[in-house]
């Protein structure tokens, strides 16, 4: 089998993501990718570290010959831009993988209420399956649109989903405290991103309100079988990649760190991307770059009666691009790891 | 005036931010520095920033001359060793400000359950005072011996204080989530420490129990007027300085922003290196780097009833050294910012 | 003395390094700061680690009456835009230090080659005095305007000084291999400044030519009493601060490194800002952070006969703001490290 | 087929990183990966990032019979350990691909000169192929024993090579101007590798003389003809990865950007790893990252006559374990880019 793709929106971190991914993915050729700032160029102006990669040429947008052929179309474009384009992506018979946050909330109201903006094709909200493949795998294989989750959901759903569908914890007092690395803010030129600005900067960021907030709290509701809320605070890291959750919960019943640990472990048992570590080790960003895993780590803290679970994954990666893939591969009957063995790169 | 000091441990990296701020400091004289690694050499050496420093010549710390005239050392010595010195040093009529964790416990039983040694100089447990300036003003500048913060503490007392003084919070449901530079860990070699072990990085640990708790839940139990307990998971950042705390705390009333910013604002009016920022900005570790600063945020969520109030300083200046100098100005009697006008050093 | 000073451009890096030097210098009142972008707002809104500085509002460069009763301007606006407004500056009495490149170079000609554009006050050209304390001290006591030197200029001018005067290397090949922090690209928003762009991603720059090279010329130029040429190839570092300028050199004279050294040595004895290391040791950025100082190293290679002089300054300080104030100093008669007390930071 | 492989020295960087590549190349099975700090222990402790690599337990070096049905080994020992090792795996009939510098210098002397001891093999000095497989493919085909080149020497003959082959440079005035990331000291404990002596801390290092000089000498005095001399200067980077190097040289024919680009070119057009960029484009280190990819810029100063060479490679990867997983296809007959097809991580 080959599959046929288009990339839209291939210039931007998570575009380039999807390149690299998918340019070593044997069953994938990538027919078309689009760029407007490039467009006429090759990708690889872009993206010097892709000249080694198959030549590819940018075209705009609005290039639909660029589709002919496409099975399966990644939407890395922002917000907004992207329920402008996936419609007729669908009525061309193309499936649809889109990495924005335009069809993740199946809430019509709760988009506005967060994006500021009407939903530009609110019929679709229904169909669209939430591309966690953890938690919706046999609906990702049927689906015509997958909305890809964010990445701060990604690691937060991780984290928490065995501990709300046993009922282990309380669903009232869910509080995330995350970080982030600085290429979740994209590519877009600004002075909040520059490199002086954020060496040595630590700081926490949206603290009244990030937008990946409803989405956790739409699929956590799921898990937990009721509607809840999670208080989720942002920070922004000096470094490139990945994103460490420290999730603080109040657990149900006094249980030991090992008891804790292999509820999360039997959850994860089959799963190919999920690790569950050893106490007494514990999660790193650089432990999973470049890759699509997810570590877990788990304690209870005795004296105050708290539950941490603490989740890592490479934004780009399990948290965008590589999710991606791996919803692709359920899509087409592939195999979920397909092109995605490579290992994590440390140092 | 012109105060001798004395500085026992000084080429750590606290021992190297004493030399650069009392080298500064117009009231001060340097008469005597220890080292064991570079005993006999040049503080240089150890410290090439310092090359423009006055001479200074590093001796073991058996060489007890080099105390002659001394008015106040500065212990910057592992914990434990410190113990070892401090009683000696104070028959000696020398005032002590020990940066170390060796005083700042005032129960002996607690010291022996977190550092798992006994205490060796028990007797001066109750004398030692705890060298927070914004809340023992009084008592530090009477004391022989103060017992320098913690650089964990600092920034969560600071966060926390107005809070629990004025009954605003649940005091059984303290959490901090609190991310530090590598600085903290000190200049030993190790390989944990290393430059390609961290960068891109971001972890938790010590997850199960740091030591800097039972200090943080005296001096909170303290303000509280009642025996509490506090949850602290501390994270290793990707960067040598600068500790930011995310305080998540349960308050008793229903208040907006602005109403608990004023408090925050009325509680710090007069201090002059605590600043509370306007509403919509939030701290940032290099926004504080180099300078005893600490800058304080705060935001209440509506929806989950969380407060949160963030707080950052510099690890080795408010967090160590530069709280040091401040102890020993109020000790004799000079204004408090005396030596600590430095502005912070961005970008 | 009270100096009365204006800062045009406050809003930039090199703006924001004279607020924080100049706001502790105890000769200078701050009058008057321009920012377009933060025109009518507290200038802590650009830099919140301006908070403990004096509080200063923006006002739009065409505020004229912001100027009233100042003595010196120090201009940190962008190339071209300076050289629009130091001759009405200057008509008005005031004396101006400006850190741009528009006064640097004495050749008209020479400017519109490198810098595209013809010169807008060709007649200051011949009176502005350059910068350099260490080789122009008492023409810039005098001057009415004095062009601060680059960045990159400085740290190679300090390194060949006492070569190129005392005739002692070929000055037909001149080799310079500088790599810079990036804070001296400047605070603009781009793609290319990203901290996701650069952490990890060294790179070489500009290789076909640099602007700072006929600066260099002009000034090696007149040190070696003849019309020479430098080969200067930039690089960029991942890190804020700093330069390190690597010199290679073909000296006349077999000499040993300790001679070398002691060349270096003697030139700068009485210098307060220079100094050269002892054999073994080396320059690195992080031991002249934040600080006005310059440090070399020198050694030969007996195999190939090379010469090798290492310097490294702070780009923002001894390369910019703190040599402004540095000339300042000088021009109204004060010791030249007033205001420059500063150790450096490290770690 | 399948090749058996044996890594000792697994838990070092180098370590690590051949366990990375070769646990995802397919013609490969690791049989056997020693450590004396983790023998007996699982190497994922070591490594978490090898979580979900296939499980390996670490032996002592001492275990031998690890080494049965091995048919190639990896010797990833420090210097002087590894010509202990060698000559017993050779008679066992295994393959040596050495990753320490003991069999890279042909001449007994050179090495007692620049490593100061003994060679303690000196008989396989002759026999040891130099494994650059752009200089030497064919006799690499055929070896028993690889000396896997050092990471500077890589980056400067790849840069080299086809200006010295041509005889179109002076081999008499090389001067190479290198930048290394950090890993390339190893992971050994060590106060000056820690973080926060390194953050903001570009600087020079063995200036007097690096040891990999005379292997560079010797390959390059190959490519020439003649006996040359290299003047090489490395740098430390604050980074994990990458080197770049900087080759300052002159000329012996006046010839365009476009020519040089051009007999560059034409020498590498049918390597699989080695892409000399576009007109205007420059290397950066983070466009090679985790690959084993080299990008080569070059450009001619007409001002002065200077030709500048810039060559970045991953130094974990073509600098080390990349270029030996490289020779190890070349040794077995296997498509040189088997298991070695990852592209670059960027950002």
Redesign the interface.
């Known amino acids: 089998m080959t599959i046929s793709v288009a990339i839209l929106g291939a210039t931007g971190?998570t575009g380039?993501e999807l390149v690299?991914l998918l340019?070593?993915h044997q069953e994938v050729r990538i027919l078309h990718v689009t760029s407007e700032r490039y467009a006429g160029k090759p990708l690889r102006l872009a993206?010097?570290?892709?000249?080694?990669?198959p030549e590819l040429l940018c075209r705009p947008l609005g290039d639909l010959a660029g589709l002919e052929g496409v099975d399966v179309a990644f939407c890395a474009l922002p917000h907004k831009a992207s329920m402008a384009e996936v419609p007729a992506l669908l009525e061309r018979q193309i499936r649809v993988i889109d990495l924005s946050a335009d069809f993740r909330l199946q809430d019509a109201a709760t988009y506005r209420a967060w994006y500021g903006d009407d939903h530009r094709a609110p019929e679709l909200l229904a169909e669209a399956v939430y591309g966690l493949p953890e938690l919706h795998r046999s609906a990702i294989a049927q689906a015509r649109l997958v909305a890809n989750p964010g990445c701060y959901p990604t690691s937060v759903l991780l984290a928490l989903a065995p501990l709300l569908r046993g009922g282990w914890i309380d669903p009232q007092t869910l509080?995330v405290?995350s970080?982030s690395?600085?290429?979740g803010a994209g590519?877009?030129?600004?002075?909040e991103?520059?490199?002086?600005?954020?060496?040595?900067?630590?700081?926490?960021?949206k603290?009244?309100?990030h937008r990946h907030t409803p989405e956790m709290e739409q699929e956590l509701s799921k898990l937990a079988g009721l509607d809840l809320?999670?208080?989720f605070?942002p920070?922004l890291?000096?470094?490139?990649?990945?994103i460490?959750s420290?999730c603080?919960l109040r657990p149900h019943a006094v249980r030991s760190?090992r008891e804790w640990q292999e509820t999360l472990a039997a959850f994860y048992q089959h799963e190919p991307f999920v690790?569950v570590?050893d106490a007494g080790?514990?999660?790193?960003?650089?432990?999973?770059?470049?890759?699509n895993?997810c570590?877990l780590?788990v304690?209870v803290?005795a004296?105050?009666g708290?539950l941490?679970v603490?989740s890592?994954i490479d934004n780009l990666v399990k948290g965008a691009a590589g999710q991606a893939v791996q919803n692709m591969n359920l899509m087409f009957a592939l195999p979920e790891p397909c092109g995605l063995?490579?290992?994590?790169?440390?140092?």
Chains 1, 2, 3, 4 share one sequence.
């Open positions: 971190y380039g690299r340019s070593r993206f010097p570290h892709l000249h080694n990669a509080l405290d970080k690395g600085v290429s590519r877009a030129a600004s002075q991103g520059l490199f002086a600005e954020l060496e040595g900067g630590f700081r926490a960021y603290v009244e309100g809320r999670v208080r605070v920070h890291l000096p470094q490139s990649r990945g460490l420290t603080h760190q690790q570590l080790l514990w999660p790193a960003t650089n432990h999973v770059r470049g890759s895993f570590h780590g304690t803290d004296r105050t708290w941490t603490v890592v063995e490579q290992l994590p790169l440390f140092p």
